[in-house]
């Protein structure tokens, strides 16, 4: 076992990396040069540093600004007057991990921040009052997992929030004085997944899960009891959503997919029972709506296929959002923050080759006012733009997936397929430190959204049912047969990238189709679906219903039969190529066991393996110190294997707690190029 210490500065580790043994021997870094020149190389912290500002939002009243930047290096809050933010002060403190997010309070003085315990979910809220600097700890500090619930500008200073200190498995809702913590149960929650509240802190709606996988939301009638309301079928529950229940109680608005493929937009008469459509697109499901803050009405309801699309329901805001379209240009604009009189609106504009951008709107001025930028950094630098691609699998689904070429004229090079998480979540289009930096070091890099993806409708996540290891992996391969067949890359060189699902995908990889990748990185990734399903954390007990749906129920023969055969530790003996593990101890949805016992059992058979492990991290890595480390790490694992380019590891292991638990052997530095 090999253990960074000592001296963080340099890392010569002895023993050249190799896995000869297996059939492979290591390309020549020489091969397959670029025809043009290639760039300089970027140095790995300008992508995976903390950004310089990220989160920026508006208060209610309009008059200020928040976002959280770096103190000390550590990231907190700022707060700063809107026409002043060469004033900007922090109002957070923290000294060891970084404020994990924020939220305005309506009286546009107290902001709510959010911390947790190296990783492990349970977030603790507090608030700070922005004048005086006063900081207040509104949830319990440790063990509990804490979220906001509901804001009104009814009661400006107080707060609905909801956390599980009574029972892991259920959130109960607390009515919480952000000025002084004041803190009294209004819901005590026994059966439910999540409770909706009105802007009179009213429980107006609640949702359950059922084991079979469906779903059922009921409404709250006037004697205290519940009364159903819809039915979710399990086809429809990850594509239908309650938006808002508008002051007044007549009318509620909801994403809904039954009776159609794609989730659109309704109003529900709560009176009659009559519904009005709303919003739909014919490409993907509505996944977002912005509202007015009056009225919890929808403005406009966005949508996402290749791109962000935004579809506008208030005629009043048609001008303002072409005045925005404008300003993106070729980017894609999402609201982060709105004035409670709707008069000014806090923007992020999103650019696949440059730094994000922050943008106050004035509706007012109908005019856009550039704030801050995310990495000003990158203002320097060449970035490759993400190129939107339709790959067919070979069943005829199509995958809306993204290419970042290193060079106009690259082909037939090394590529990385870098598979997303979930599985039900979805890669999309806009700046991304990852392709950036790979296409930096001479790789091709493609994102696919598989099937079981969310986003492109119920069918398209349905499709992926049963599919881990099966279908879903067959698009992956569809993916890079499709980018040799287009020249893209050299079918000798390709490596694979994923994180939790992507990570299980990046062990299926290796034992399913051992001969297709030339090395593979799998990040706290589920090596056992048995052991996964058994350890899921308290509060995800409301989802096993789901899961035995879309992957397989254990608790029966057919059910843990399938379990086994597609999980990658039972086909240890198939890997034959270069496998590098990451793994965060405190992960509690990937737990550090479905690393360990993927390793163990390559150990067991002599099969080489890089694992490390950090002991400050749970399903993530939150510090910058341990992502420039991870990174660094991968970069040489990647150059050795693949052949592309690196940067030295320099100081990149300082501060981190990066922990080598086997494989320091095989970890070298290839020649810099």
């Known amino acids: 076992m090999f253990h960074v210490g000592i001296d963080r500065r340099r890392l010569i580790l002895g023993g050249a990396a190799t896995w000869a043994g297996l059939g492979w021997l290591a390309p020549q870094l020489a091969r397959g040069a670029a025809a043009t020149t290639p760039p300089r190389i970027v140095p790995r912290s300008l992508f995976f540093e903390d950004a310089e500002r990220s989160g920026l939002s508006i208060s209610a009243d309009g008059t200020k600004l928040a976002w959280i930047a770096p103190l000390d290096g550590i990231p907190n809050v700022w707060v700063a007057p809107i026409e002043a933010i060469g004033e900007a002060k922090p109002v957070t403190r923290a000294t060891d991990r970084a404020v994990s997010g924020y939220d305005w309070a309506w009286n546009s003085r107290h902001i709510i921040f959010y911390r947790d315990h190296n990783g492990d979910e349970n977030l603790c809220a507090a608030s700070v009052d922005t004048e005086t600097s006063a900081t207040v700890t509104l949830t319990p500090e440790r063990g509990v997992k804490a979220a906001l619930s509901t804001r009104s500008r009814l009661r400006p200073t107080e707060i609905l929030f909801t956390h599980n200190a009574r029972d892991k498995r259920y959130d109960d809702t607390y009515l919480i004085d952000i000025r002084t913590g004041a ?69 509620v608005f909801l994403i809904d997919s039954h009776g159609r493929d794609k989730g659109a937009l309704y109003e529900h008469h709560l009176g009659n029972g009559r519904r009005e459509l709303l919003a739909e697109d014919h490409e993907a499901d509505i996944t977002a709506v912005l509202l007015h803050p009056d009225t919890e009405r929808p403005i406009a309801a966005l949508a996402e296929a290749a791109k962000v699309r935004w579809h506008v329901l208030d005629p009043d805001f048609h001008d303002d959002f072409a005045n925005l379209e404008r300003h993106a240009g070729r980017g894609q604009f999402t609201f982060t923050g709105r004035s409670s009189d709707a008069t000014r609106f806090s923007v992020f504009v999103d650019r696949d080759d440059a730094s994000g951008e922050f943008v106050l709107y004035d509706r007012r001025r109908k005019e856009s006012r550039s704030l801050l930028r995310t990495r000003p950094k990158l203002d320097m630098l060449e970035l490759r733009p993400m190129e939107p691609v339709v790959i067919p699998a070979r069943d005829g689904l199509k995958l809306h997936a993204y290419l970042t070429l290193p060079s106009d004229d690259f082909r037939n090079g090394p590529l990385m397929l870098l598979v997303h998480g979930g599985p039900w979540s979805r890669d999309g289009w806009g700046y991304d ?52 067949t287009a020249g893209y890359a050299d079918p000798t060189r390709i490596g694979l990238k994923g994180a939790s699902y992507g990570g299980y995908a990046a062990l299926t990889a290796a034992t399913k189709t051992p001969e297709v990748f030339a090395c593979i990185v799998d990040i706290f990734g589920i090596s056992n679906l048995t052991t996964f399903m058994s350890s899921i954390p308290p509060y995800w007990e409301h989802y096993l219903g789901d899961f035995k749906r879309r992957i397989a129920d254990p608790a029966t023969e057919e059910g843990l039969a399938w379990l086994r055969e597609r999980s990658p530790l039972h086909h240890v003996d198939r890997i034959k190529r270069p496998l590098l593990i990451a793994q965060g101890m405190n992960d509690v949805r990937v737990v550090p066991a479905e690393s360990e016992q993927m390793v163990r059992a390559m150990q067991e058979r002599r099969i080489p393996v890089i694992y490390v492990t950090f002991a400050d991290e749970g399903h993530g890595f939150d510090r910058q110190e341990n992502r420039l480390a991870l990174n660094a790490v991968i970069e040489q694992f990647l150059a050795r294997h693949l052949g592309g380019r690196s940067e030295p590891i320099g100081d990149a292991l300082v501060g981190s707690s990066l922990k080598v638990e086997v494989g320091g052997d095989l970890m070298s530095s290839p020649t810099v190029k």
């Open 433 to 484: 430190g990852e392709h950036q930096w790979l296409a930096n070091r001479g790789y091709a890099v493609l994102s696919v959204n598989f099937r079981g993806s969310t986003g492109f409708g119920k069918a398209f996540i349905s499709a992926g049912d049963h599919e881990w290891g099966g279908r879903m992996h067959d698009d992956l391969i569809d993916a890079v047969e499709w980018a040799v």
């Open 183 to 251: 803190s009294s149960l209004v819901f005590e929650n026994r059966e439910f997944e999540s409770v909706q509240f009105d802007t009179a802190f009213n429980p107006r709606f609640a949702q359950r899960m059922r084991q079979d996988g469906s779903a059922e939301i009921v409404q709250r009638t006037k004697e205290g009891g519940w009364a159903h309301f819809i039915e979710i079928l399990h086809e429809d529950n990850l594509t239908t959503s309650i938006v808002s229940v508008p002051p007044g109680g007549e009318t």
